[in-house]
């Protein structure tokens, strides 16, 4: 890092691109504040020992240039202006504010110093320069896609196989322990719980607590520090950007969680860490009768801005970052529903020729009226289907749902998806997420146990459709054990022979539990991190034939809808409803409210010349016997076997396990 002495003075510079940027000369300083009177730039050696007037604003861009800094400067921003919370306005040029488009802090927040305003986020000049030798997106389609939500922490943190010093980070998450596990299991992606700089809630803070899960994002183009090993002086970005690196050349996309719908900054008796005292008219949704408040679709206290251009721009750049410099294949959009609300922020992501090529994924809600919007992102877009999830969790575990709405989910959830030419891809079809019960907790409790949290039980959903198989909790009833044994692998089982895109909750193919707490995002502790010592094996297996199973057959993974008709004059329609009478179904059996198993069968697709599919579901605590259309059956998935993936010929009939799925292929 060069020297900046007190003579030193700022160059104009330019106004683009936003942040500061070195270009081996010195480094350009760009910042957008439309209603800031005056920018001040410090450069920071323990105190703010440097103050440098921004010296022009164009277009409401304060800039200047610095000759001979380079990469390893510490800055941050001081921001002029009134203070009027009336009119909206935050300005407190005592503190020092983070760089929105910062690409490294230099140290942890804490709250411990935060009322002190010499003590604010300070960022840190960096060089983007990194060699990713041949790396190249695996561009896995959709269609193929299988999702594996994981947290970077939780994954690798208690892992054996991974050198303790790796354990939790970055590096610990492509470690050759965790790609063994995931070439095992079959996944293709990697979505991670999100990595963007955060910082812990000031009343967890108080309480000794972490946000373990990170949605409570300060910089939007930071990694987050928390998890990087630092081997050998290695810089937090070079150790992200070496993991994605190591796992696209083991096949797998990486996908991040990102928190666009609000900041750090919480509501008026927030902190004023960066955007709040740069532009806070800009860069929040302030209600318009009582702009001294903030707009709160997030639930966490205020709403990004969208509608406003800079605002906007601020979003699109910082995805496109990820994409170009850090390599990454997709997002998931936190509370998406927030990001559409009156802005243009659809159109813009339609039409960016760079993030046209990623994966796009919608969390299709966020908590504000008319927040609902399943179903209802564009073509391209993948979203969250909560009615998959609830759907199937109500056929299983509560008998709420029947086999109606079960086929409906099993198909691909056409009534949401299909208008507007979307495929059946765009459903991101998931039993379990990393908000709610593990999928072992939701055959094991039938209630939330959340009181570790501190807050009386009284957070996280009451509304869970679980069931405890009869015991709550942990159980050594063998009756209970084999419930609970069958159910997971039937959960399992559906989710990956349904249309869409298939997601598992890291974990849940081990068993993972966390004794009954649904709303986890406070625990940092074994309680989260995946216990690989007590792992189910045989479970593990399961998953991992499941997903073969759904590689081996193109059937499970359409690229168009089932209509149940033939594609060609003399050939079979593409889905068959089965009874178990050995008929086709008709319309008074989808009506009954009696039917708890029933099959479908599905045709080869056109262009793979493969063998018909009959999928057989159970959900009756005795077995059934299914009459099987003509031909001879080989068995290739029994989900309440002893050996599930047995080789068991089958004609005419076949007999379907208590709480258990069958897959028949067609010799």
């Given at each position: 890092m060069a020297a900046v002495t007190a003579a030193a003075r700022l160059a104009a510079g330019r106004p683009w691109p936003l942040g500061a940027h070195w270009d081996g000369a010195g480094v350009n300083f760009a910042l957008f504040s439309a209603h800031a009177e005056r920018v001040e730039l410090c450069i920071v050696d323990g105190e703010c020992s440097h103050t440098l007037p921004m010296p022009e604003c164009t277009d409401h861009v304060w800039h200047g240039y610095l000759p001979g800094a380079t990469p390893g400067l510490r800055y941050a921003y001081?921001?002029?202006?009134?203070?009027?919370?009336?009119?909206?306005?935050?300005?407190?040029?005592?503190?020092?504010?983070?760089?929105?488009?910062?690409?490294?802090?230099v140290d942890r927040f804490s709250w411990a110093t935060s009322d002190d305003p010499r003590n604010g986020v300070v960022a840190s000049v960096v060089d983007n320069e990194f060699p990713w030798g041949g790396d190249a997106p695996p561009a896995i389609p959709w269609a193929d896609t299988v999702l594996y939500e994981i947290h970077v922490k939780g994954a690798s943190r208690q892992h054996p196989g991974v050198p303790e010093a790796l354990r939790g980070t970055y590096a610990g998450l492509a470690a050759p322990a965790m790609l063994d596990h995931y070439r095992r299991l079959g996944v293709t992606a990697l979505s991670l719980l999100p990595i963007h700089y955060f910082i812990d809630e000031q009343r967890l803070a108080g309480q000794g607590r972490v946000n373990y899960w990170g949605y409570n994002t300060l910089g939007y183009f930071i990694p987050e520090a928390r998890y990087a090993a630092r081997i050998g002086g290695q810089s937090v970005i070079d150790e992200f950007k070496t993991m994605v690196r190591t796992l696209h050349?083991?096949?797998?996309?990486?996908?991040?969680?990102?928190?666009?719908?609000?900041?750090?900054?919480?509501?008026?008796?927030?902190?004023?860490?960066?955007?709040?005292?740069?532009?806070?008219?800009?860069?929040?949704?302030?209600?318009?009768?009582?702009?001294?408040?903030?707009?709160?679709?997030?639930?966490?206290?205020?709403?990004?801005?969208?509608?406003?251009?800079?605002?906007?721009?601020?979003?699109?750049?910082?995805?496109?970052?990820?994409?170009?410099?850090?390599?990454?294949?997709?997002?998931?959009?936190?509370?998406?529903?927030?990001?559409?609300r009156d802005s243009a922020f659809l159109a813009a992501l339609r039409q960016d020729p760079v993030l046209q090529k990623v994966k796009l994924i919608a969390e299709p809600w966020d908590v504000g009226p008319y927040g609902y919007r399943l179903g209802q992102f564009l073509p391209g877009w993948g979203e969250?289907?909560?009615?998959?999830?609830?759907?199937?969790?109500?056929?299983?575990?509560?008998?709420?749902?029947?086999?109606?709405?079960?086929?409906?989910?099993?198909?691909?959830?056409?009534?949401?998806?299909?208008?507007g030419g979307r495929a059946p891809q765009a459903g991101v079809n998931y039993i379990t997420a990393h908000d709610g019960f593990t999928l072992r907790d939701l055959v094991s409790y039938q209630s939330k146990h959340n009181e570790l949290n501190g807050e009386n039980n009284r957070d996280g959903h009451g509304h869970n459709i679980s069931w405890n198989c009869g015991e709550e909790g942990d159980s050594v009833n063998p009756e209970v054990i084999d419930r609970r044994r069958r159910?997971?692998?039937?959960?399992?089982?559906?989710?990956?022979?349904?249309?869409?895109?298939?997601?598992?909750?890291?974990?849940?193919?081990?068993?993972?539990?966390?004794?009954?707490?649904?709303?986890?995002?406070?625990?940092?502790?074994?309680?989260?991190?995946?216990?690989?010592?007590?792992?189910?094996?045989?479970?593990?297996?399961?998953?991992?034939?499941?997903?073969?199973?759904?590689?081996?057959?193109?059937?499970?993974?359409?690229?168009?809808?089932?209509?149940?008709?033939?594609?060609?004059?003399?050939?079979?329609?593409?889905?068959?409803?089965?009874?178990?009478?050995?008929?086709?179904?008709?319309?008074?059996?989808?009506?009954?409210?009696?039917?708890?198993?029933f099959g479908l069968r599905l045709a080869p697709t056109a262009d793979d010349g493969g063998r018909a599919l009959l999928c057989l579901i159970n959900r009756d605590d005795k077995p059934v016997t299914f009459l099987l259309p003509d031909g001879a059956w080989q068995q290739v998935c029994d989900s309440g076997g002893d050996t599930p993936f047995a080789t068991i010929w089958r004609e005419k009939s076949s007999p379907v396990t208590a709480r258990g799925i069958q897959l028949l292929a067609l010799s």
């Open positions: 001081r921001v002029h202006g009134a203070n009027a919370p009336e009119k909206g306005q935050r300005f407190d040029a005592r503190r020092l504010l983070l760089d929105p488009y910062a690409r490294e802090v050349a083991a096949g797998l996309e990486v996908i991040l969680d990102v928190v666009y719908n609000h900041t750090a900054e919480t509501d008026e008796w927030g902190p004023t860490l960066s955007f709040k005292g740069i532009d806070n008219q800009s860069y929040y949704r302030l209600p318009a009768d009582n702009p001294a408040a903030y707009e709160n679709f997030s639930g966490c206290g205020n709403t990004l801005n969208l509608a406003q251009p800079r605002v906007l721009q601020l979003v699109m750049d910082s995805l496109r970052y990820w994409v170009e410099a850090m390599h990454v294949d997709g997002f998931r959009f936190d509370l998406a529903a927030a990001l559409i969250w289907n909560d009615r998959y999830r609830d759907d199937v969790r109500a056929f299983w575990l509560s008998r709420d749902a029947g086999a109606g709405q079960l086929a409906q989910r099993l198909a691909g959830s056409s009534e949401l998806f299909k208008a159910l997971q692998r039937a959960l399992l089982a559906t989710l990956l022979i349904s249309q869409g895109v298939p997601m598992l909750q890291a974990g849940d193919e081990l068993g993972r539990t966390q004794n009954g707490n649904n709303n986890a995002y406070c625990q940092d502790s074994a309680m989260t991190w995946i216990d690989w010592s007590g792992a189910d094996a045989e479970l593990t297996d399961f998953v991992a034939g499941m997903i073969g199973l759904r590689r081996q057959f193109p059937q499970l993974r359409r690229r168009h809808w089932l209509t149940g008709q033939a594609a060609t004059a003399d050939g079979p329609p593409d889905a068959l409803w089965w009874h178990p009478a050995g008929r086709p179904m008709v319309d008074a059996d989808w009506q009954s409210n009696t039917l708890d198993a």
